[in-house]
C-alpha cells in the first residue's frame, strides 16, 4: 500500500488498466481527499517521447478559450499591469496569446521547447510574477502538492492558476472516461474538489473554482455572478474588450525582438 502524497493516509487499489498498449497498472485512490492515481509511473520516459501527445487534437482550440478566460479573470481580479508565468508552457502558444491581450506574461518548461514565444522566457526575464498558471499539467504529476509548493518558492508567488479535470463521487469513473487517455500512459492523476481543499489547507491558501479553471492563492477573490458570467461563454466577448484597454504587445513585441536581432548581428 502507497501513502497519498497530499493527506499522507494509505491509498486504496481500485482498479488496473493497460497503459501504452502493453503495461498493465494498478490505480489507488486515496479515501480522504479523493486523489486517484496510477502507481509509481516507471514508464514516462516512454510515454514522452513527444513531450506534447500526437493524439492532442485539442491544443489549439483549447488555449484559445484559455486566454480569453484568462484575459478576463486576470483583469478583473489581479493585477492587469502585473507579470505572469505559464510553467510548463509547451510550445508557447498560451504565453503568446496572453501577451497579444496585452498581458506581460512570460513561458516556462523543461521539457519542450518555446517555439510561440521566443523572447519572453522566464529565465531570460527575470521578474517577479504576480500569478503562475500550468494549463493542464497536474494529471501529469504523481506528487503535486510538491510541485505546487515548488512553484510558490521558486517564484516567490502564492497564486496558482491552473486547469484539470475534476472527477465526483465516492468511486473513480469508469474505465471509458476520456481523461484517463489509457494509450498515452501521460495522464497519471486524477483529483476531486476535495483533493485542492485539502492541499489549499496544507498550503495555507484558498481554493476557488469556475468554469474549468481553478485557483490556488493567498488572495481573497469575489467569486461572483459577475465573474462567473464573464469567465464563462462572455469570455470570448469581453477579452477582446481587454485587449483594447490593454493594448495589444504583438507589435511592440515585433519591435523589440527586431531590435534584439539586429544587436547580435
Not at 39 to 59: H, K, R
Given at each position: 500500500?502507497?501513502?497519498c502524497?497530499?493527506?499522507?493516509?494509505?491509498?486504496?487499489?481500485?482498479?488496473?488498466?493497460?497503459?501504452?498498449?502493453k503495461y498493465?497498472?494498478?490505480?489507488?485512490?486515496?479515501p480522504a481527499?479523493?486523489?486517484l492515481q496510477?502507481?509509481?509511473?516507471?514508464?514516462l520516459?516512454?510515454?514522452?517521447?513527444d513531450?506534447i501527445?500526437?493524439a492532442?487534437?485539442?491544443?489549439?482550440?483549447?488555449n484559445?478559450d484559455?486566454?480569453?478566460k484568462?484575459a478576463?479573470?486576470?483583469?478583473?481580479?489581479?493585477d492587469?499591469?502585473?507579470?505572469y508565468?505559464?510553467?510548463?508552457?509547451g510550445?508557447?502558444?498560451?504565453?503568446?496569446?496572453m501577451?497579444?491581450y496585452g498581458?506581460?506574461?512570460?513561458w516556462?518548461d523543461?521539457?519542450?521547447?518555446?517555439?510561440l514565444?521566443?523572447?519572453?522566457?522566464?529565465?531570460?526575464?527575470?521578474?517577479?510574477?504576480?500569478?503562475?498558471s500550468?494549463?493542464?499539467v497536474?494529471?501529469?504529476?504523481?506528487?503535486?502538492?510538491?510541485?505546487i509548493?515548488?512553484q510558490?518558492?521558486?517564484?516567490?508567488?502564492r497564486?496558482?492558476?491552473?486547469?484539470t479535470?475534476?472527477?465526483?463521487?465516492r468511486?473513480?469513473p469508469?474505465?471509458?472516461?476520456?481523461?484517463?487517455?489509457f494509450?498515452?500512459?501521460?495522464?497519471?492523476s486524477?483529483y476531486?474538489?476535495?483533493?485542492f481543499?485539502?492541499?489549499?489547507k496544507?498550503l495555507?491558501?484558498?481554493f476557488y473554482?469556475?468554469?474549468g479553471?481553478?485557483?490556488?492563492?493567498?488572495?481573497?477573490?469575489?467569486?461572483?455572478?459577475h465573474?462567473?458570467?464573464?469567465?464563462g461563454r462572455?469570455?470570448?466577448?469581453?477579452?477582446?474588450?481587454?485587449?483594447?484597454?490593454?493594448?495589444s504587445?504583438t507589435i511592440?513585441?515585433h519591435?523589440?525582438?527586431?531590435?534584439q536581432?539586429?544587436d547580435?548581428?
Amino acid at each position: 500500500m502507497t501513502c497519498c502524497p497530499v493527506c499522507g493516509i494509505g491509498m486504496h487499489s481500485v482498479f488496473s488498466a493497460t497503459l501504452l498498449k502493453k503495461y498493465e497498472i494498478a490505480y489507488e485512490r486515496c479515501p480522504a481527499c479523493g486523489l486517484l492515481q496510477t502507481e509509481a509511473p516507471y514508464w514516462l520516459d516512454e510515454a514522452y517521447n513527444d513531450a506534447i501527445s500526437i493524439a492532442d487534437t485539442g491544443l489549439v482550440a483549447r488555449n484559445l478559450d484559455l486566454a480569453a478566460k484568462l484575459a478576463v479573470l486576470l483583469y478583473l481580479r489581479f493585477d492587469p499591469q502585473g507579470a505572469y508565468l505559464d510553467v510548463a508552457g509547451g510550445y508557447g502558444m498560451l504565453a503568446r496569446l496572453m501577451r497579444d491581450y496585452g498581458f506581460d506574461y512570460y513561458w516556462d518548461d523543461k521539457y519542450c521547447q518555446n517555439l510561440l514565444a521566443r523572447g519572453f522566457e522566464a529565465d531570460k526575464n527575470k521578474r517577479t510574477f504576480t500569478a503562475v498558471s500550468a494549463f493542464e499539467v497536474l494529471e501529469h504529476l504523481h506528487d503535486p502538492l510538491a510541485f505546487i509548493r515548488e512553484q510558490f518558492d521558486q517564484h516567490h508567488c502564492r497564486t496558482l492558476i491552473f486547469t484539470t479535470e475534476l472527477y465526483a463521487g465516492r468511486e473513480p469513473p469508469s474505465k471509458d472516461w476520456w481523461y484517463y487517455t489509457f494509450d498515452t500512459g501521460q495522464h497519471i492523476s486524477f483529483y476531486q474538489k476535495e483533493t485542492f481543499v485539502e492541499i489549499a489547507k496544507k498550503l495555507q491558501v484558498n481554493f476557488y473554482s469556475m468554469h474549468g479553471i481553478h485557483i490556488l492563492t493567498d488572495r481573497q477573490i469575489r467569486t461572483n455572478l459577475h465573474l462567473q458570467l464573464a469567465t464563462g461563454r462572455a469570455a470570448r466577448i469581453a477579452a477582446p474588450l481587454i485587449r483594447r484597454s490593454l493594448g495589444s504587445r504583438t507589435i511592440s513585441d515585433h519591435h523589440a525582438l527586431m531590435e534584439q536581432t539586429t544587436d547580435r548581428t
